[in-house]
């Protein structure tokens, strides 16, 4: 595809797949999609993919935080899901996405981490929260947000005798989650401001800004992309995530 | 905390720490640059342009920016454990995405510009103090730069909006931190990041605060530029 192409359109106020520009293509979300793992989802954005588990583990509590759970989250940027990944270990792409996402669920409080406390001082849940994305065209960090969520949302604590996992047997206990706070990536395309962009759109992203929600609550952003921004635009782009977050939400059942 | 009256420090809301700029810090480097806001230090080493390795990243049309923050180990009460964490990661990319937009790289085809940021004594505000070191060291180095860019973090304690956290005020429950880089002349956006629970008003009045506060750094990041070439004019 061409960028320049892509760019006249959007200077036109159109897209490639004729969507508005706060529009999102249509998202999937679907949860129980691998068993071993204690809860898992896969969101799709248009062609975009990514599968979300989470694990569970008994770890000790930071010495700051004696009666507090934790969540980790990774993520592997595998070749699988475009020809611009390459093996290795996390690069800074991966890095910042698990962040993003951690960070929304972390400063959200979408989970109270003193419930995953077990043994105060002693003995903590740790919630693995692993993300795959399987098809990169554009918009991982809003797919994997949601992945994340829905994953959440539906993972049952494994049995535990003495402190330790049985894994493979699950209990009727779920992870309660206390809030759905959602993700909304904008890229600013010279003037323009578009919602949900896809790979080719990113190609040609001036700047990119996430922003997690929760009934017109911000709780995490983050800014990425080569060049500036003005504070009107990130006015506007917090404006469309307030008014949107309430149908992305509704997608996690 | 639901209200904060008086700032732990006794500064005002809108009061920055005591600053202080120096260029030419590290006598190897192209170009360098210390920056110091209250207790947090940090110090920025430019390295380039230089021939970028290995090949496969070079790019014929424009030379590229590659920043590395590190915390020293002895930088924080508990020691840190050397070598990069993922913390330290992120803020190597939106280090090098908030100094980007005012550079002109153009010139370098296939080069490198290297930015080192090393933390040597934290409280609070780390990145930010590494990022007004880093433009004034890129400033130094006499990279092709379309204006400088400061950086401070603003956020909301209990109730109040205020400028440069410290240590304590981050620690406080439910304290949102929000670090921001403003651009010198356009006042544009290059760094934003949020970690809390604000309202859209209480961040639009949070990042006025950081400009106003930007432009003041910008005034002594300027102010330490003349010192410097004075002082070498005079020699």
């Given at each position: ?42 969101c799709k954005i248009g ?207 | ?178 670090p921001l880089a403003v ?13 809390g629970n604000v309202t ?36």
């Amino acid at each position: 595809m061409d960028n320049n192409y892509v760019l006249s359109l959007i200077q036109q106020n159109k897209r490639l797949d004729d969507r508005k520009f706060d529009e999102y293509r249509e998202i999937k979300i679907e949860t129980g999609i691998s068993k071993n793992a204690e809860g898992s989802a896969r969101c799709k954005i248009g062609d975009t993919e990514v599968v979300v588990g989470i694990k569970m583990a008994v770890g000790e509590p930071y010495t700051d935080s004696p009666d507090e759970g934790t969540i980790i989250v990774t993520t592997e940027l595998s070749p699988i899901a475009s020809p611009l990944f390459e093996l290795g270990p996390p690069g800074s792409q991966a890095t910042e996405l698990a962040r993003i996402v951690d960070r929304g669920i972390r400063e959200s409080k979408a989970l109270d981490f003193k419930k995953l406390c077990i043994k105060k001082g002693e003995k903590i849940w740790m919630i693995f929260i692993d993300i795959y994305p399987l098809n990169d065209d554009g918009n991982l960090i809003d797919a994997s947000v949601l992945a994340a969520l829905a994953a959440l949302k539906h993972a049952r604590f494994p049995k535990l005798e003495d402190d330790k996992i049985l894994y493979g047997e699950f209990t009727s206990k779920k992870v309660e989650l206390e809030k759905l706070p959602i993700t909304f990536t904008f890229g600013k395309i010279n003037d323009k401001i578009l919602v949900d962009l896809d790979s080719h759109e990113e190609t040609v992203i001036d700047a990119r800004l996430s922003i997690s929600v929760h009934e017109g609550n911000i709780h995490a952003m983050q800014k990425g992309g080569d060049k500036a921004m003005s504070l009107e635009e990130i006015e506007k782009m917090v404006d469309i995530a307030i008014k949107k977050e309430k149908e992305l939400r509704s997608l996690i059942k | 905390m639901t209200s904060y009256d008086k700032r732990f420090s006794g500064r005002k809301f809108d009061e920055m720490r005591k600053m202080e700029a120096k260029v030419g810090v590290i006598k190897r480097a192209d170009g360098s640059a210390l920056f110091r806001i209250g207790e947090t230090i940090a110090i920025a080493a430019v390295y380039g342009p230089r021939e970028l390795h290995p090949r496969f990243l070079q790019n014929p049309e424009t030379g590229i920016l590659r920043c590395n923050y590190d915390m020293a180990s002895f930088s924080v009460p508990e020691r840190k454990k050397p070598g990069p964490t993922r913390r330290q990661v992120e803020i190597s990319l939106v280090t090098e995405k908030a100094l980007l937009p005012v550079l002109d790289l153009k010139q370098f085809p296939n080069a490198v510009v290297d930015v080192f940021i090393e933390i040597i004594q934290a409280n609070s505000g780390t990145r930010c103090a590494g990022i007004s070191a880093a433009a004034l060291a890129l400033a130094h180095a006499g990279i092709p730069m379309k204006d400088l860019v400061a950086s401070v973090s603003v956020g909301k304690v209990g109730n109040k909006i205020l400028i440069d956290l410290d240590k304590e005020e981050e620690d406080v429950d439910d304290a949102t931190d929000i670090p921001l880089a403003v651009t010198g002349r356009k006042k544009e956006i290059t760094l934003l990041q949020l970690d809390g629970n604000v309202t859209k008003k209480d961040l639009v009045e949070a990042i006025k605060l950081a400009r106003h506060g930007c432009e003041k750094i910008n005034k002594i990041q300027q102010k330490a530029l003349k010192e410097f070439y004075g002082s070498e004019n005079g020699q």
